[in-house]
Every structure is written in C-alpha cells, then in structure tokens.
T-cell receptor, first 112, second 115 residues
C-alpha cells in the first residue's frame, strides 16, 4: 500500500539555522511526491513537488530531491527565517489518482 | 492564488445532533472537492471525493450515511456529520481542485468537538 512517514516534531531552530525534515515513503509504482505547508490559521499550501526519480523540487529556498533508491523526499532549507514557522506535511499520490497520502506533519518553530 | 474557505472554523455540539460544515472555493470554480479527516498527531485521511452534480465517492471504511456530502454548485460542498458521537470529534479539512489531476487547494479546517 501507500504510506508516508515523516520526522516527528516539534522542531525548534534559531533563525538562519539549517533545516532538514525527513520523509520516507512506501508506494507501488512511481508516485509523485509533495511537500505542503500550513501556516497558522491557513489551509495547506503546496510548497514543492517532484514527479519522478532524481527530480528536485524547490520553492522559497526549500528543496527536496526524489530519491527512489532510498524512497525518500527530505525537505531542506539552508537558512530558515521566523516566517518559516509552520507545519510541514510530506505527501504522495499515484499518477492519475486523486488521493493524497499524507505524513503526520512536522511543526517547525523558528526563533529570532 | 486560489482560496478555499471553511465554515465554521470550530464547532461544539451535543451527542446525537447533526453538524454541517461548508467548504467554498472563493475565486475559482471547483469541479472536484475532497474531504479529509485528521486525528491528533496523525495523517490527513481522505474521506471522500465530491464531484459537482453527482454523488460523492467514499473511501473504504467511511460511512456514507453518517457523513453526508453534497456538492450542489461549483463553489460549494458541504459535509454533514449526522447523529454525531464523541468519536466523531476530529479536524475536518476540505480541498478543491479544477481537474482530476490538478493541484488541490486546501481550506483551513474545521475542528469538531462532540460532547
């Protein structure tokens, strides 16, 4: 079946620190992989995605590389800001399917 | 970007009553809307897919008679939790998309507490 496991939080970092949030997946075939972000009081927003092996998704300084050999899609950012404080969700979907399978979410708090 | 709203943002009700949650796409027409449920510290679980003008498709294990979904227009879908019980307490999130494989735009969620 399909499932996503992501690093449990909460994660607290100082401003300008390096961020890694681990995400691994189990899926049949070749899923698409996503990172969604939820800022306080708002809905989930697509942060980045990758649709095939070795693709790198990037947005707002965040990056994640689709690693089929390790079934991973870790989220990284070189220098976090206070405004990055949010809950981050890793997710996958099978090609052509509606379903998004989500991880449990990781809360990130960045302190000045 | 596309905005999806939910109303109410939180609701408390007595056991045995029914609760309706609205999901609206504010600046686009959504042919498909999705309803998710999230338990504390757990993943979002897809409950059902709602297509405008047709019956919703429920995921395995979701009681369609308990969670009534109506998608009456291209901008509004509603989820009614009928005869709610404490175990129905959860965070309900909707999302909307333009086509079957398009990006989903998420609402902020509704927290339901059943006493």
């Amino acid at each position: 079946g399909n499932s996503v496991t992501q690093m449990e939080g909460p994660v607290t970092l100082s401003e300008e620190a390096f961020l890694t949030i681990n995400c691994t997946y189990t899926a049949t075939g070749y899923p698409s992989l996503f990172w969604y972000v939820q800022y306080p009081g708002e809905g989930l927003q697509l942060l980045l995605k990758a649709t095939k092996a070795d693709d790198k998704g990037s947005n707002k300084g965040f990056e994640a590389t689709y690693r089929k050999e390790t079934t991973s899609f870790h989220l990284e950012k070189g220098s976090v800001q206070v405004s990055d404080s949010a809950v981050y969700f890793c997710a996958l979907s099978q090609t052509g399917a509606n379903n998004l399978f989500f991880g449990t979410g990781t809360r990130l708090t960045v302190i000045p | 970007g596309a905005v999806v709203s939910q109303h109410p943002s939180w609701v408390i009700c007595k056991s045995g009553t029914s609760v309706k949650i609205e999901c609206r796409s504010l600046d686009f027409q959504a042919t498909t809307m999705f309803w998710y449920r999230q338990f504390p510290k757990q993943s979002l679980m897809l409950m059902a897919t709602s297509n405008e003008g047709s019956k919703a498709t429920y995921e395995q294990g979701v009681e369609k008679d308990k969670f009534l979904i109506n998608h009456a227009s291209l901008t509004l879908s509603t989820l009614t939790v009928t005869s709610a019980h404490p175990e129905d307490s959860s965070f309900y999130i909707c999302s909307a998309g333009l086509t079957r494989t398009d990006t989903q735009y998420f609402g902020p969620g509704t927290r339901l507490t059943v006493l």
